[in-house]
Nanobody, 118 residues
Framework: QVQLVESGGGLVQPGGSLRLSCAAS????????MSWYRQAPGKERELVAV????????NYADSVKGRFTISRDNAKNTVYLQMNSLKPEDTAVYYC???????????WGQGTQVTVSS
């Protein structure tokens, strides 16, 4: 059974930091490109960051470059999103996404809420 379980969301003040985690199971994690997406109320889901495997190449949305860092630990089947200098406009539900390099098969997590507010 495939599972992507996000954690680490919450309420943080502007300028603060959060670290999101996504624990994967039920598939060969190292063969999947992992991404974080987010969706704010009334807006479309958007790509935040992506990391490949192998190689660990990364790419970021312009709105988060220099503030967010995506990383992965293939031994732990986990992908992370370190979010620094958070802004109110970062408020959204953050989703973990996995895409197979071989087949394009795609999995989604259930999402974790991040709220940036004073």
């Amino acid at each position: 059974q495939v599972q992507l379980v996000e954690s680490g969301g919450g309420l943080v003040q502007p300028g603060g930091s959060l670290r999101l985690s996504c624990a994967a199971s039920g598939f060969i994690f190292s063969r999947y490109t992992m991404s974080w997406y987010r969706q704010a109320p009334g807006k479309e889901r958007e790509l935040v960051a992506v990391i490949t495997s192998p190689g660990g190449l990364t790419n970021y949305a312009d709105s988060v470059k220099g503030r967010f860092t995506i990383s992965r630990d293939n031994a732990k089947n986990t992908v992370y999103l370190q979010m620094n200098s958070l802004k109110p406009e970062d408020t959204a539900v953050y989703y973990c996404n996995a895409v197979s390099r071989l087949s394009g098969e795609t999995y989604w997590g259930q999402g974790t809420q991040v709220t940036v507010s004073s």
